[in-house]
C-alpha cells in the first residue's frame, strides 16, 4: 500500500460536543460558550458544539439552544450541532445559527444496530430515504455518510471490511436515488477495535471501491491506539479527521471501558504540523483551549501536548537559535 | 519506504526502574519486588529492574541490591540493572544475579551533552575506549549502542539524521577498533520531539548506512505520539522496542515538560498482538501488572488497554462465537 500524506487535514472540533456530554458536570452554559469561542479562535473551521437530544436523557445537553444563541460566530466557522431525529433537527433549523449537513449513518454492527436502534440490517437500509425525504423537505443537501462501528464492535467482535465496503456501497446507491450524492463518507471507529494495519486495510478496500469520495474517520482513544490509528489513515491519504480538544469525551481513568473520548485534537495537530501537514491551526492557541477545558471539567483530561508542550517554543530557545 | 512489519518484537520492560525512579515514593522493595516477579511471570524476558546509582542522588533506588536480592528469577527471563559508571558496574557485578551487557552511549544533542557530561563531542568519543576496556577488564562483551536524543533535543533543538548516522558510525568504528562489534544500535527518542515520519526518515538512514545490523527504538511518550511512532518503527522492521508498563516513568499531569515516560508495554504490547506480531507476552497478565503498578505509585497511570480492556474477552462473548 502506498504512503502518500495529504498536504491539508481538515479537523472537525467535537469536544464541546462529545465532550461535555459524558461530563457529570454540572457545566456552565457560560464555560461551554467560552470554550467554544476559543475554539473558533485558534483557526479550527468546523466545531461541533451541542447535541439536540432530549433533555430529559441527556441533562448535560438541555442548554443547547443557549449554548448556540450565546456563542460569537466567527466568519469561515462552521458551527454545527448533533441531532439525532426529526425533532432534534428541527431544533437545530430553529436557532437559525448552526451549519446544516445532511448526513446518513450506517451501522457495521448488527448487534450493536439491533441495541441502539433495534433494527435489523435491512431495517436499517429501508429507513434511510425517509430521512433524506426529511432533509429534502427542508432544503438540506445530503452529502455525508458515515458508518459506525466501521473496524469492531464490543457486541459483535471483529467487523468484516466486506460489510463496511457493502454498506458504503449500500448508502451511496440509496443516495443517489434519491437524487443525492454523498461526496464524505466518514469510518467510525466507536469503540477502539481499530489498530493502525486495520485502518489501512479497511480504508483502502473502502478508496478502491470508491475512487471518487473522500473519506473521514472518527477514532476514539480507549486503547491508545488513536494517534497511530490517525497516522496510519493519514498514511493512506485520509485529510478528514474528527477530534476532541484535551481529549474531551472521557476520563481514561474511569473504571469502564467505553469511557474514552476522539483522538485529542492538539496532540494531532501537533503531529500532523510537525510532519508538514497543514491543519489551519494555531497549536499554541489551542493548547490554551485545552488547559481551559481541562479547568472547566475540573479533572485530568487525557491530551499530552498541553501538557508537554509544542516544539516552537522550544526551538526558539535554543542556543543556535 | 517499505511497510515491512516484523513478525516478533523484542520488549525491554523498563518500569521498574525508570518508572520508580521518577516517583516520589517512598516505594518498598517488597513492591517493586512484588511488580518484577509478576511482570516476569508475564512472558516478557527482560526487564530492566533498577538503577545502580549513587543512593544520596536518587534515595528511591538506594535498596538496588535488596532489590536484585528479592526477586525470583525466572528460567529465560533477563534481569538488568542500570548503570552509569564503574562503581555502579561493580555493584551489579556483586549481586551476582544480573545479565551484564556492555553499552556505548552517545549523545546526538551537543548541549544536553555538555549539560549532563561536561564533555564536548569529541571529548565523548574519546571517552569511549576506556569504557570498552572497562567492559573488558570485566570479560563483558560490548555488543549495543545506543544514540541519546537523536530525534531533537528541548536543548538543541531539531538533530540532523546526519549527525546520528555519523555516531553511529563513529561507535561502530571505535568499537570494531577494540575488537567489539554493535549488533544492536538502539535510537532514543529522549525528549519526544519525534513524529512517526521522522522516525521512518532517521531509521531508515540508520539502517541504509547499517545493513547489518539491527536497531530498538526507545521512546517517551511526553507529546502523546509513542504508538505512532512506535508503528512507524515497526513499519521500517523494527523489532526491539523499549517499554514500561501502565507508562510508569511520569505522570502525565505533572507540570513539566519532561515527565512521560515511555511508551506503555501493555498498549504497545495490545496493538502488536492485533496486527499478528507476536510479542511472547501474555495481554491479559500484564494488564494485571498494569493495574498493580497503578496501585503501588498510587496515582493514575497513563496507559489506557488497563482500563479500555483488551478485545480477548470482548470477542469471547460475542452472540456468535
Chains 1, 2 share one sequence.
Not at 437545530?92 to 433494527?119: C, D, M, P
Not at 458515515?146 to 465496503?165: H, K, L, M
Not at 454523498?182 to 471501491?209: C, F, K, N, S, Y
Request: hydrophobic fraction near 45%; aromatic fraction near 4%; charge should be negative.
Amino acid at each position: 500500500m502506498m504512503t502518500s500524506l495529504p498536504t491539508r487535514v481538515h479537523i472537525k472540533e467535537e469536544g464541546p460536543r462529545e465532550g461535555f456530554q459524558i461530563e457529570k458536570g454540572p457545566i456552565s452554559t457560560d464555560q461551554k460558550i467560552r470554550l467554544i469561542d476559543a475554539l473558533a479562535d485558534t483557526g479550527l473551521d468546523h466545531i461541533q458544539v451541542t447535541s439536540f437530544v432530549h433533555p430529559q436523557k441527556v441533562p448535560g445537553m438541555a442548554d443547547a439552544e443557549a449554548v448556540v444563541a450565546g456563542l460569537t460566530p466567527r466568519p469561515g466557522v462552521l458551527y454545527t450541532g448533533l441531532w439525532l431525529n426529526q425533532r432534534g433537527l428541527e431544533r437545530v433549523i430553529a436557532t437559525g445559527r448552526l451549519h446544516l449537513e445532511g448526513k446518513l449513518t450506517l451501522y457495521a454492527s448488527n448487534a450493536f444496530l439491533k441495541r441502539n436502534q433495534n433494527r435489523d440490517p435491512a431495517q436499517q437500509l429501508a429507513a434511510q430515504p425517509e430521512l433524506i425525504a426529511m432533509y429534502q423537505a427542508h432544503g438540506i443537501p445530503v452529502r455525508t455518510g458515515f458508518v459506525t462501528a466501521a473496524f469492531g464492535c464490543n457486541f459483535d467482535g471483529d467487523v468484516p471490511v466486506d460489510r463496511v465496503v457493502g454498506l458504503v456501497a449500500d448508502m451511496r446507491a440509496i443516495a443517489r436515488d434519491h437524487g443525492e450524492d454523498l461526496g464524505l463518507i466518514g469510518l467510525g471507529d466507536t469503540m477502539a477495535w481499530a489498530t493502525p494495519e486495520r485502518i489501512r486495510h479497511v480504508v483502502g478496500a473502502v478508496q478502491d471501491a470508491n475512487p471518487d469520495v473522500a473519506l473521514s474517520l472518527h477514532l476514539h482513544d480507549t486503547r491508545g491506539l488513536g494517534l497511530a490509528n490517525a497516522y496510519a489513515g493519514l498514511q493512506m491519504g485520509v485529510a478528514h479527521f474528527d477530534a476532541a480538544v484535551a481529549g474531551l469525551g472521557g476520563c481514561p481513568f474511569a473504571a469502564h471501558a467505553g469511557a474514552a473520548g476522539n483522538i485529542c485534537t492538539e496532540d494531532f495537530v501537533f503531529m500532523c504540523e510537525e510532519m508538514g501537514i497543514e491543519t489551519g491551526v494555531d497549536l499554541e492557541k489551542l493548547i490554551d483551549c485545552a488547559i481551559l477545558a481541562e479547568d472547566i471539567v475540573g479533572h485530568p483530561l487525557p491530551g499530552k501536548v498541553k501538557t508537554g508542550g509544542s516544539l516552537a517554543a522550544l526551538r526558539a530557545r535554543r542556543p543556535g537559535a
